[in-house]
């Protein structure tokens, strides 16, 4: 087997922390015989403190020359006074574009051992695993034109344009159908087709491509009555497929189920699954420094890049175990412990995990 080469991106704020764990875990595994390889990069403040650029051009070939991406978080306050281009977040945006990761997979777990952390009832979340799947390169965000303009009554007004073509639509659709032959075979895809032309279009798209899948069953939502419906049943879902702007809203919906951002992982992907993990949280500059932060979404996004980049599900669920076992033995980082309960640091929930993962081996 050829060995993986992984660029891992510390960030700004707790990412260097956090990524100090992600990295322990990363050497239990090199130590028991995967073949993989690492190297540090620098993306967002960070890069822009050495470079001059939140995503400078040694880290663009970095990242191209790379199999698989690990990065914390970027941003701070730091950096809120920059121009727009050169804030951390333009480098976020500019990885994901440049590498033309379009396929966002977040998924919303509620872990039992936690579940007293959500603020939904116990019975609504116990035992939830969604699925979202945002389209990441295209859609409002993206698209053009976009700026501000005088209209006819002389009145100043801002202005966007949502679009979708056809190949974006039956990629991601593509994504979500496999994605959920592996999972429940079930795809909802969430769109606003009675009022906008760009859903209408990617409605008619995703059946299109569904009928070449049909072992999964498919049905629509409005993104109104899902982001209802998430609060509502959201055991209900297994995958679910939508566009950048509406991923985006539901998915960090869906991350509250779980209790605390701290404990989720995203992957993003391009067509040939080579992509870029991390925590969806943001880098706390709150917490910064303290050995405050949980590590446990990024050590968790070590194992979506071994399940979806690397083809090893194996390894993926021997991390997923691992931290299943810290959370039973009653580990708990600030943010997912409840009154009373010892709370420790990242540093020891990083060592927790790495001698559940051991005793695993
Ligand atoms: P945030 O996610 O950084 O923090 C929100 C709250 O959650 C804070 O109270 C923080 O202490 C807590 N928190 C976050 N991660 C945690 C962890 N691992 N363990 C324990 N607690 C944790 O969001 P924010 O405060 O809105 O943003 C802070 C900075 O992060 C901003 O500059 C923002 O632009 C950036 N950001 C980056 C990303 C990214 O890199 N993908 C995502 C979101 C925000």
Sequence with gaps: MTTKKILILTGDGIGPEIMGEAVKVLEVLKAGGEAIEWRFGLLGGAAYDAEGHPYPPSTQKAAREADAILLAAVGGPKYDELPRELRPE???????????????????????????????KKEVIAGLDILILRELTGDIYFGQPRGRRTNADGQLEGYDTMHYSVPEI?????????????????????????????????????????????????????????????????????????????????????SMLAGSIGMLPSASLDANN??????????????????????????????????????????????DAAVKQVLRDGYRTGDIAQPGEKVIGTREMGDAVVAALKRLA
Aim: net charge neutral; hydrophobic share 45%.
């Design 274 to 319: 080579k992509g870029m993990y991390e925590p969806i949280h943001g880098s706390a500059p709150d917490i910064a420094g303290q050995n405050k932060a949980n590590p446990l979404a990024t050590i968790l996004s070590v194992g979506m890049m071994f399940r979806y980049s690397f083809g090893r599900g194996d390894v993926a669920d021997r991390i």
């Design 90 to 120: 333009r480098g976020l945006l500019g990885i994901r574009k440049d590498l033309n990761l379009f396929a966002n997979f977040r998924p919303a777990l509620a872990f039992e051992e936690l579940a007293d952390a959500s603020s939904l």
């Design 170 to 254: 039956e990629r991601i659709a593509r994504v979500a159908f496999e994605a959920a032959r592996k999972r429940h075979k079930r795809v909802c895809s969430v769109d606003k087709e009675n009022v906008l032309e760009t859903s209408r279009l990617w409605r008619e798209v995703v059946i299109r491509i569904g009928q070449e899948y049909p072992d999964v069953e498919l049905t629509h939502m409005y993104v109104d009555n899902a982001a209802m419906q998430l609060l509502k049943r959201p055991k209900q879902f297994d995958v679910i497929v939508t566009g950048n702007i509406f991923g985006d809203i539901l998915s960090d919906e869906a």
